[in-house]
């Protein structure tokens, strides 16, 4: 083949290459958190005001607003926590991922699976909760069917100490380990 057959035929290639590349750039993105995360709700709650006591929250389980001055210990747990204190970790960068008590085994198995070895994540069963699983970040939340839902592990990878969260990088540990 001449040169410059094979310069027409190496350019083809190269057009091929960037049209799959632009055409699979937008779904790597997107499975890297990159893009928002379908169903996520949003909020605008200000950090920074503590109160003492059980406070009442307009979502279930909250996703920001006034909380109790110590925070809730990152970590996982088999009974309930107290809203007031898990808003505070939230407030720190921690996740919280609460599921009805009802949760199969095997699926909350699965979401310890999903949190081990992460260091700024909640897990404890909320009873009365509208959907299966509800993952928090602070002003974030998304609720899901199954704990096997892809958008669980997305929201973590994006949210845990991420850029909403008011006092990033702030401690998890030393706080509270109560439950109801």
Not at 58 to 75: D, I, L, V
Not at 76 to 95: C, K, M, N, S, T
Not at 153 to 167: I, M, N, R, S, V
Request: charged residues 20%; hydrophobic residues 35%; neutral net charge.
């Amino acid at each position: 083949m001449p040169a410059a057959g094979r310069a027409s035929l190496h350019f083809v290639n190269l057009k091929r290459f960037v049209t799959g590349l632009a055409l699979t750039l937008p779904l790597v993105l997107s499975a890297c958190g990159s893009r928002d995360i379908q169903g996520v709700k949003t909020f605008d709650f200000k950090s920074g005001e503590h109160k003492a006591g059980p406070i009442s929250y307009p979502e279930t389980p909250p996703a920001g607003g006034p909380h109790n001055p110590t925070w809730q210990n990152c970590g996982v747990y088999d009974r309930p926590i107290y809203d007031f204190l898990a808003v505070h970790a939230l407030e720190h960068g921690a996740v919280w991922i609460a599921y009805r008590p009802d949760l199969a085994s095997e699926d909350v198995d699965r979401l310890r699976t999903l949190v081990d070895g992460r260091l700024k994540t909640l897990l404890a069963p909320y009873p009365g909760l509208k959907s299966p699983v509800v993952i928090t970040a602070w002003n974030n939340q998304l609720a899901v069917d199954s704990a096997s839902d892809e958008r669980l592990k997305a929201f973590l990878d994006k949210y845990e100490d991420g850029p909403q969260t008011p006092e990033r990088g702030a401690a998890c540990t030393n706080g509270s380990s109560e439950t109801r």
